[in-house]
């Protein structure tokens, strides 16, 4: 049950960091039809991830609520993966983190669909519809950016060389995920690591963005070791229930 | 309304005066999100399935079934269910109907939602003067299950309800 619970995690949690930055764009997206995208796109992650949590929360017991895993972990309890809790540094940023997750995320889902575990099955046939949305809304703006003008391709490249460094750790394996893939509840993730690639690169080629070489890969969010932007997040996320424990809306 | 969804002729009033907060027209049974209805031991026992895992209307929608059967003495329980996965196909011909008199274009096939949502054609019907000729302002609009379109002959820009399968 621990293994299920953490592996539950290591989805979820991917979900409700990104749907947290996303969430800081509102209000402030580069134009009216962006900021709503952006936001939309954190409601569908804030969903999908409450409904990973509830489950979550009555495989753990003790009267464990899904806010109590959202808001009152400590930040090493964390398993998102690196890539999502970076920095809406400037709208290429924002767009590149978004394009490298969702071409993730939408394969893990269409495997997701498969697990012997018929709740994680659910979810995953209920949020492949909404992550194939917004694959197709990263991927636009890959090439509408990318192939834009001199400005728009310098800062989208920019975006892509320094975010590819965390792509590696989508596909690093954690005991949890080993012991459910055993199972047959958790995805193989190494089988689409190569057609995750593939899939990427095609995108950027048709967006005249160069693919990076960049071989030097770094790790370790998805075992709790984040970057010092978790901590920032974290700040954000939990301050309601830090400052007024157990308050409720 | 799906097929397979079972509800007990006798709730089916009560469920009609019930709609989706966003589309205040569409009854929750038009809309489909009603997998089951039935009444065990003086219990109205509800499973409601969401359209989208994020939507904020299904906590709304879940107290108004249960407000509105408080209304004629009866207890109702909510529960949420995932699976099946609510499709637009779910929506009943008289919901797409009512939809469209109140301003949302009605969701196209599959091929052609991702023809229009990608701008490549125009097929999207213009709720206030019928034409096609319109065009995509955003892939997402006001809720998480609508598009942003504009008609190019009235000049109008209304919602599209995406098509999700």
């Known amino acids: 049950m621990k293994d299920l619970y953490n592996y539950i995690l290591t989805i979820a949690d991917n979900s409700l960091i990104l ?26 992650l804030l969903g999908q991830t409450r409904s990973y949590y509830q489950y979550a929360a009555k495989i753990a017991g003790e009267d464990k609520t899904e806010d109590d895993i959202a808001f009152l972990r ?8 690196l890539l999502v809790e970076q920095p809406n540094t400037h709208f290429g940023y924002v767009i590149g983190r978004q394009f490298l997750f969702d071409v993730y995320h939408f394969m893990l889902m269409e495997k997701l669909q498969n697990s012997k575990d018929e709740t ?3 979810i995953a046939k209920k949020s492949i519809k909404e ?15 990318g192939d834009g003008t001199e400005e ?3 800062k989208m490249q920019e975006a892509i060389d320094d975010l590819w460094r965390y792509t590696d750790e989508l596909f690093f394996v954690t005991e949890a995920e080993k012991e459910m893939t055993k199972q047959g509840i958790g995805v193989e993730i190494s089988e689409f690591k190569e057609k995750y690639y593939e899939e990427i690169s095609e995108i950027l080629k048709e967006a005249t ?30 301050y309601m229930q830090r400052t007024y424990p157990n308050m409720t809306w | 309304m799906s097929e397979t969804a079972h509800i007990e002729t006798h709730l089916i009033p009560v469920l009609k005066t019930v709609s989706d907060p966003e589309i205040p027209v569409l009854s929750v049974l038009a809309l489909g999100v009603i997998r089951e209805a039935v009444e065990e031991d003086g219990i109205v026992k509800i499973k409601l399935t969401p359209t989208y895992s994020g939507c904020p209307a299904m906590d709304v929608i879940a107290d108004d079934l249960k407000a509105a059967f408080s209304e004629i003495g009866k207890i109702a329980e909510v529960e949420l269910v995932l699976s099946p996965a ?27 939602d991702i023809d229009v949502l990608l701008n490549e054609k125009k097929l999207v019907k213009c709720p206030q003067c019928g034409s096609t000729n319109t065009h995509l302002v955003s892939q997402f ?4 299950c609508k598009a942003l379109f504009k008609c190019d002959d009235c000049l109008e820009p209304f919602d599209y309800f995406k098509c999700l399968k």
């Open chain 1, 209 to 238: 963005l160069t693919i990076p070489e960049n071989k030097y890969f770094t790790k370790g969010g998805k075992e709790g070791i984040h970057t010092e932007h978790m901590g920032y997040i974290l700040a954000d996320l939990q």
């Open chain 1, 19 to 44: 749907a947290q930055r996303l969430g800081e764009l509102c209000g402030h997206g580069p134009s009216l039809e962006t900021d709503i995208a952006l936001t939309n796109i954190s409601l569908d």
């Open chain 2, 141 to 144: 609009g006001s809720t998480a």
């Open chain 1, 152 to 154: 728009s391709n310098k």
């Open chain 1, 120 to 122: 994680l099955a659910a």
């Open chain 2, 86 to 112: 609510w499709s637009t196909d779910w929506i009943s011909e008289e919901g797409l109907q009512k939809m469209e008199e109140y301003g949302i274009a009605r969701p196209l096939s599959e091929s052609h």
């Open chain 1, 131 to 145: 992550v194939s949305y917004h694959k197709r809304f990263s991927s636009d703006w890959v090439k509408r950016l």
């Open chain 1, 74 to 81: 400590i930040e090493r309890e964390y398993k998102n993966c």
